[in-house]
């Protein structure tokens, strides 16, 4: 009806596919909805910028309805700062209608450029697909004590999406997860959740993505909830390109395009079309006929054309992990219990 408001709470907004789910989802909303797109940073200055760009894309757009714009300041591997994005959306929202968890925190060190050499030589389109030639440092905590890549992707949103469950409810949300086309199994070990021994601690905490959903969105359902998680296939994430240098960025280019010309369905490649599965899950997708046990991914014909398509998730490991991080959330809930913040200031 007329008049409508809906808020919208994307996190890792400043990357290109935050960026780029916030533009879809200002064109999929109808326009006669007051739309609010909370922007989260860790820091003010790119929180504005990012509000800049979005707006610079509704001007472009021309959208009829108006679009407000808030930020939340919260650093996922910091629980203090966590808490206080918490008291901030308390603060400012009784409801909330859409939460998108678009973390993707990584500790590469570089590119094993012999191997990236051999597996190009071998096999390009795997390489390009399911590379193992991204370097990861081993061991890397967070000033917490946690396995900083699991605190990051996985508990410190878990956390804040507890937190705020009442505005959830009220706003009868829908809440999207994030994960990836390499969550494989492989990349978790059940006696290391918080991934400290991995070397491919960021896989791992897509997979742990993937069980936390199947092990959490009957709960939320009963609570007026909808959840899914979704994949956004493969596309340039400048986080990561910025290890190439003109002439391999342009190489990886060019065998992105030459694995979706062969058929392969993820080679997204723009931030724009790997947008396409969260924002169909929150807008499109209805939870009477379509499973939340699915993965929806982002994916393209090789003419570029873009559509939706469904993975069944392994479940090995669900309830193992349900109760590691119920644990580990009543633990948190000890340590912050008397935790005072101070208010944001702008």
């Given at each position: 009806?007329?008049?409508?408001?809906?808020?919208?709470?994307?996190?890792?907004?400043?990357?290109?596919?935050?960026?780029?789910?916030?533009?879809?989802?200002?064109e999929?909303?109808?326009?006669?909805?007051?739309?609010?797109i909370?922007?989260?940073?860790?820091?003010?200055?790119?929180?504005?910028?990012?509000?800049?760009?979005?707006?610079?894309?509704?001007?472009?757009?021309?959208?009829?309805?108006?679009?407000?714009?808030?930020?939340?300041?919260?650093?996922?591997?910091?629980?203090?700062?966590?808490?206080?994005?918490?008291?901030?959306?308390?603060?400012?929202?009784?409801?909330?209608?859409?939460?998108?968890?678009?973390?993707?925190?990584?500790?590469?060190?570089?590119?094993?450029?012999?191997?990236?050499?051999?597996?190009?030589?071998?096999?390009?389109?795997?390489?390009v697909?399911?590379?193992?030639?991204?370097?990861?440092?081993?061991?890397?905590?967070?000033?917490?004590?946690?396995?900083?890549?699991?605190?990051?992707?996985?508990?410190?949103?878990?956390?804040?999406?507890?937190?705020?469950?009442?505005?959830?409810?009220?706003?009868?949300?829908?809440?999207?997860?994030?994960?990836?086309?390499?969550?494989?199994?492989?990349?978790?070990?059940?006696?290391?959740?918080?991934l400290?021994?991995?070397?491919?601690?960021?896989?791992?905490?897509?997979?742990?993505?993937?069980?936390?959903?199947?092990?959490?969105?009957?709960?939320?359902?009963?609570?007026?909830?909808?959840?899914?998680?979704?994949?956004?296939?493969?596309?340039?994430?400048?986080?990561?390109?910025?290890?190439?240098?003109?002439?391999?960025?342009?190489?990886?280019?060019?065998?992105?395009?030459?694995?979706?010309?062969?058929?392969?369905?993820?080679h997204?490649?723009?931030?724009?079309?790997?947008?396409?599965?969260?924002v169909?899950?929150?807008?499109?997708?209805?939870?009477?006929?379509?499973?939340?046990?699915?993965?929806?991914?982002?994916?393209?014909?090789?003419?570029?054309?873009?559509?939706?398509?469904?993975?069944?998730?392994?479940?090995?490991?669900?309830?193992?992990?349900?109760?590691?991080?119920?644990?580990?959330?009543?633990?948190?809930?000890?340590?912050?219990?008397d935790?005072?913040?101070?208010?944001?200031?702008?």
């Open positions: 009806m007329p008049g409508d408001r809906k808020v919208a709470v994307i996190t890792g907004t400043n990357s290109n596919l935050g960026l780029n789910t916030a533009y879809r989802l200002i999929e909303v109808a326009n006669d909805v007051r739309l609010t909370v922007v989260t940073s860790r820091t003010l200055p790119r929180a504005r910028e990012v509000i800049d760009q979005i707006s610079k894309f509704v001007e472009k757009k021309q959208r009829p309805g108006p679009v407000d714009y808030d930020y939340l300041l919260v650093d996922f591997t910091d629980m203090v700062s966590v808490l206080g994005a918490y008291y901030d959306l308390n603060k400012q929202y009784s409801e909330i209608h859409y939460f998108f968890v678009n973390a993707a925190q990584g500790v590469y060190s570089g590119i094993d450029w012999l191997g990236a050499v051999k597996e190009v030589s071998t096999s390009p389109i795997e390489a697909t399911n590379p193992t030639y991204k370097v990861q440092r081993v061991g890397v905590q967070s000033a917490d004590g946690m396995g900083l890549v699991f605190q990051a992707n996985v508990f410190g949103p878990y956390y804040l999406i507890q937190k705020i469950l009442p505005q959830l409810q009220a706003g009868k949300a829908v809440v999207v997860w994030i994960s990836s086309i390499m969550s494989d199994p492989k990349y978790l070990s059940l006696d290391d959740i918080q400290i021994k991995s070397p491919a601690s960021y896989e791992g905490s897509k997979r742990l993505v993937d069980l936390l959903h199947l092990a959490t969105f009957n709960d939320l359902k009963n609570q007026g909830i909808t959840q899914y998680v979704v994949q956004p296939g493969i596309f340039i994430s400048h986080s990561f390109f910025k290890y190439l240098n003109v002439m391999s960025y342009y190489g990886m280019l060019l065998l992105f395009y030459l694995a979706r010309f062969l058929g392969s369905p993820w997204n490649i723009d931030g724009y079309r790997a947008a396409n599965a969260p169909y899950v929150a807008t499109l997708a209805n939870p009477r006929f379509e499973q939340q046990k699915l993965k929806y991914g982002s994916a393209t014909y090789k003419d570029g054309l873009e559509y939706i398509r469904t993975e069944e998730i392994e479940a090995t490991g669900v309830q193992d992990v349900k109760a590691y991080i119920r644990k580990l959330k009543e633990e948190w809930d000890l340590k912050l219990k935790q005072i913040t101070n208010s944001r200031q702008v």
